[in-house]
């Protein structure tokens, strides 16, 4: 442990120092770096094909989740995503410097608060090894510096990557450091990185729950997290059926492993009879099983009954808990019950509905009309996202180039005294 906390601390030292060049770098050496990885992944392809081939045998071998095989796999869109989100945030507007609204005191004092990067951020990650590109695109773009420890299962992708990244980085202006790997499997590593107050100014977990609640207990540094990811579709009384079916369809079938998968389907008494069993024909047709209460089994009554369990699991699997509620109101209640603060929809004709939805909802993301799967930084415009955050502080939601900064008050005066 000892050579393991040295290598750490080298680390953090040489990432302290790469984020106080980062701060002062320019917009154009930071999209200039942005783009030339997007380059660099463009002619790596093969390469990373076969070290993510390597990843994904061992995943077999040692019978990881479809879940987790899904999250890791690398695909020709997967690529394309990575490139296209690095030219994407490239090319957005750099938060660093600027000011917000200036305050003129009566002394003619200005007052306003500066846009100014977090520092050096620390990102845990299992399995998905299109994060080591995100995450370095985002803190790069927000003049940060990162640490990344990426999950074992993804070890031979992500050090490919971080291969990719090294190279682009040298023929830029930017410090070598500001991005850096761990390059250990070493589980011990995640609990002294979290501990590097030192040198960490923020700790950005992205996994399962058991990584999550490790370091809510271990954690010294402060964490920008979200637990799991339980949500919800509401289809009202007024939705039109139609669109609520394809709506419902995809928050589910998009893909199972991910953190805005549907995992509960709630649906208006008032409409159920209609609803229910076309959904139950389609997820049928997707090889999802469904578990329904007590009322929703008496319409389709070949379904599972659902206990509170199901109400409060996340499954990412082709499983999904459907109950019939006899209001928004009886909706919300449940939501607010079983929920985790993450993303929510409803589906309605009704503009009334819609916007109580909005504002009662307790959750990061509230949508209408949409499907919960849209929980992506990169389909908000963020280019990608760092993480997904269901924090009340600092940052809420997909945590894009805005998440990854802080401000500072910056006063300008003409010699004025206190008197």
């Not at 070290?51 to 899904?70: G, I, R, T």
């Not at 940060?144 to 490919?160: K, P, Q, V």
Request: glycine share 8%; hydrophobic share 40%; proline share 3%.
């Amino acid at each position: 442990m000892n050579d393991l906390a040295q290598t750490l601390d080298a680390i953090g030292q040489r990432a302290k120092s790469a984020a106080r060049e980062m701060a002062r770098a320019t917009d154009a050496e930071k999209s200039k770096a942005l783009m030339m990885i997007a380059q660099h992944i463009d002619e790596s392809q093969t390469a990373l094909f076969q070290a993510n081939q390597e990843d994904l045998d061992a995943a077999v071998k040692h019978e990881l989740s479809p879940a987790m095989v899904d999250r890791l796999r690398l695909s020709d869109k997967t690529l394309m995503t990575m490139t296209k989100g690095l030219r994407q945030v490239a090319e957005m507007v750099d938060p660093i410097g600027s000011l917000g609204n200036t305050i003129v005191r009566p002394n003619g004092m200005r007052v306003s608060q500066m846009r100014v990067p977090l520092g050096v951020i620390g990102i845990i990650y299992e399995s998905r090894p299109n994060v080591t590109i995100d995450a370095a695109a985002l803190c790069l773009k927000s003049g940060n510096a990162c640490i990344l420890r990426g999950g074992s299962e993804a070890f031979h992708t992500n050090m490919a990557l971080a291969g990719i990244l090294r190279e682009a980085m040298l023929q830029t202006a930017l410090p070598k450091d500001a991005v850096q790997l761990i390059e250990t499997t070493d589980r011990q590593a995640v609990g002294h990185l979290v501990k590097m107050t030192e040198y960490v100014d923020v700790i950005v977990p992205r996994g399962g729950k058991s990584l999550i609640r490790r370091l809510q207990d271990e954690a010294r540094v402060p964490l920008i997290k979200h637990l799991d990811g339980n949500c919800h579709v509401y289809v009202d009384e007024h939705a039109d059926l139609e669109r609520a079916l394809k709506i419902a369809i995809n928050a589910k079938t998009y893909r199972y492993g991910i953190c805005g998968a549907m995992e509960t389907l709630l649906v208006h008494r008032r409409v159920a009879n209609d609803f229910l069993p076309k959904i139950e024909s389609a997820m049928a047709e997707h090889g999802v099983e469904l578990r329904g209460c007590e009322i929703t089994r008496t319409i389709c009554p070949a379904m599972t009954p659902a206990t509170d369990e199901d109400w409060a699991e996340e499954y990412l699997a082709p499983i999904l808990a459907v109950r019939v509620v006899d209001s928004i109101d009886d909706a919300m209640e449940h939501i607010a019950r079983w929920g985790s603060g993450h993303t929510d929809a409803i589906v309605t004709q009704d503009v009334d509905a819609a916007r109580r939805f909005e504002r009662e909802v307790d959750s990061s993301s509230v949508y209408v009309n949409l499907p919960t799967c849209f929980a992506d930084g990169f389909e908000y415009g963020l280019g990608a996202e760092i993480g997904i955050s269901t924090n009340r502080l600092h940052a809420r939601g997909p945590v894009g180039l805005e998440g990854l900064t802080t401000q500072k008050w910056v006063l300008h005066g003409e010699g004025q005294t206190r008197g």
